[in-house]
């Protein structure tokens, strides 16, 4: 039987995951320090009951030691997300967080076999575009001057032609462009060199706009309407796809709803 450690268990990815994990007979330790900012109300009714769960914070270096005893697999799923001014938390949480459980696996020399980090969309910038000139180009964020003049589109920065939306590659290049898209970067480079260098596999999922029950209603992504309004189903009642979310009738992001620890 496998052990995981699932950090940030509590919240909407990491308490799905858990679920799955403990159906599918894994050991599951849950370690999550119940956020305020995600869990206003304290701890939620949807820990599963087979988890160990422990209420602490990752940034703690007992205890995160202590939650990487015998463990196999690591989830990391904890994070301080959002659009927030607090620049230094989401280096501390995100950042140094992630670097510290690595310092400890190895101190500690723990036997962990697979590290799965969970990283963003956030870590690109407006993601691929296809220019009618140059094709499959990565423009850079849209400048505030050219949205202030309603231009909404996404220009190539070779020829400035508008670009179509195109499905962007993994090897699209990253870089943050607010600090929390700064700090997944952190996060998953950290993990995946560390990875390499310890001759542990690693692995960084760029998860993309994902909603659904256990969703915080205090979230602080800026789409947070917009995903209430899916998780609560009322755009499927309308018979919209819920998938989809067409942006000024030109752009469409898609949405992954998180149910059963899968997207669906
Ligand atoms: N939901 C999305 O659309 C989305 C998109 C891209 C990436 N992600 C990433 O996926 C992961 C999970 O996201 P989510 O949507 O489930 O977020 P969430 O806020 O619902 O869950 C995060 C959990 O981490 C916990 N946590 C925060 N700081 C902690 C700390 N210092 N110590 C221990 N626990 C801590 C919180 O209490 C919360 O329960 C995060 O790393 C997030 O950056 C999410
Ligand atoms: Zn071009």
């Known amino acids: 039987m496998k052990r995981a450690l699932v950090t940030g268990g509590a919240g909407l990815i990491g308490s799905h995951l858990a679920d799955l994990l403990v159906r599918e007979g894994w050991t599951v330790r849950v370690l999550d320090n119940l956020e305020p900012q995600t869990h206003r ?32 697999v690591v989830f990391h799923e904890a994070a301080y997300g959002g659009y927030m001014p607090e620049i230094a938390k989401y280096v501390h949480v995100n950042s140094f967080g992630t670097a510290q459980m690595l310092e400890v696996i190895r101190e500690k020399k723990l036997s962990i076999q697979k590290i799965i980090v969970a990283s963003s969309q956030a870590v690109y910038s407006e993601g691929a575009g296809i220019c009618p000139n140059h094709g499959l180009v990565f423009p850079p964020v ?17 020829c400035g032609a508008i670009t179509k939306s195109a499905p962007t590659p993994e090897n699209a290049p990253v870089g943050g462009e607010t600090v929390y898209g700064l700090t997944k970067v952190d996060q998953e480079k950290l993990v995946l060199l560390w990875g390499k260098q310890m001759g542990i596999p690693a692995v960084a999922l760029r998860y993309s706009c994902t909603y659904g029950p256990r969703q915080s209603i205090f979230d602080r992504n800026f789409l947070h309407p917009v995903a209430q309004q899916f998780a609560a189903g009322s755009l499927r009642r309308r018979r919209t796809d819920p998938r989809l979310f067409v942006c000024r009738g030109h752009r469409a992001r898609e949405f992954a709803r998180r149910r059963n620890g899968q997207a669906r």
């Open 142 to 158: 849209r400048p505030i001057q050219q949205l202030r003049k309603g231009d909404w589109q996404v220009h190539c920065p070779i």
């Open 41 to 72: 109300r304290g701890k939620p009714d949807w820990i599963n009951k087979h988890v160990e769960f422990v209420e602490g914070d990752l940034r703690d270096r007992e205890t995160i030691s202590a939650a990487l005893d015998k463990i196999d």
